[in-house]
């Protein structure tokens, strides 16, 4: 059954921003440097029209495979029906990576969507909405969700997938890249996330914990990908809190976007996606 999930923003993160902006900029609630809102323009002109990446129309399809800590590769695939308060969501299991079947999802896509998504829940909302889907098959989504995006010059900052099994890149670092990118520059970023992200598959833990993020622009240099070689700004995160460490290599190019995101997951189990292409 196709369901859609509305995931607003349900953390509190805290930027440790200490360089210089433009006046024309401000840092948002979530610690994230996004364009002062003009009352005068419609939403889009506000936080859409400058993006150059996350724009209208583009469709950006990831493929993607977990790896558990003896090397053996999975996807996931259709688990039972589950009845969340008003709504159903299917649930998700693990697929051998060998052993795909109609009900496997075999990519995730990713759509950015215009206008204020969550106008009637967060009517000040400051992000580029977009949307994901879990395509079983290639065809038919297993669930999708919405959630948002900053792009502008000063940085690019993206929530992952975090439908079904993806639920556990929450605990991982977000895809981030900021201004200046150069090789070396080095930055700070706090979540708070709650224990509703927690589950027994990976990692249970009550009460809420606080994520601390080293972020750190580790090279620059010309990668094979599946939209060919391209070059790109090589950037590590590592994620520490109470409950452990987690990890993100990821790989951005300032036309396609983060092409490549490598994960090292809380239980020492890696998440990878890698942008097959662009429509």
């Known amino acids: 059954m196709k369901t859609q999930k509305l995931i607003p923003l349900l953390f509190i993160p805290v930027s440790f921003f200490s360089q210089k902006i433009p006046d024309k ?10 364009e002062k809102l003009n009352k005068s323009l419609p939403f889009d002109d506000n936080y859409n029209k400058d993006n150059k990446i996350y724009t209208k129309g583009k469709r950006f399809v990831y493929s993607y495979y977990y790896q558990n800590t003896e090397g053996k590769k999975f996807l996931i695939g259709k688990g039972p029906e589950i009845q969340e308060k008003d709504y159903i969501i299917n649930d998700w299991k693990f697929i051998d990576f060998d052993n795909q079947n109609e009900e496997t999802v075999k990519n995730i896509t990713l759509e ?13 909302y400051n992000q580029t909405g977009i949307s994901y889907e879990y395509l079983m098959n290639n065809t038919h989504p297993l669930t999708m ?7 502008n010059e000063m940085n690019v900052w993206i929530h992952p997938p975090r439908g079904s099994f993806f639920e556990i890149l929450e605990i991982n670092p977000f895809p981030y890249i900021k201004a200046p990118y150069t090789v070396g520059n080095k930055w700070q970023w706090k979540l708070e996330i709650g224990d509703h992200w927690s589950d027994k598959r990976w990692l249970e833990w009550k009460g809420g914990i606080e994520n601390n993020y080293q972020y750190e622009i580790a090279g620059k240099k010309k990668i094979p990908t599946k939209l060919g070689e391209l070059e790109c700004f090589i950037v590590t995160a590592k994620a520490t809190s109470r409950i452990g460490e987690t990890e993100l290599i990821s790989y951005f ?8 995101l490598d994960y090292k997951n809380i239980d020492g189990t890696k998440t990878v996606l890698e942008l097959e292409k662009v429509e």
């Open 25 to 34: 900029f401000m840092v948002d609630d979530d610690g994230i440097t996004v």
């Open 112 to 124: 950015p969507v215009p206008g204020n998504i969550f106008k009637t829940q967060i009517p000040e």
């Open 145 to 151: 969700e919405t959630t948002g995006a900053i792009e």
């Open 253 to 260: 190019n300032p036309i396609f976007g983060f092409v490549k």
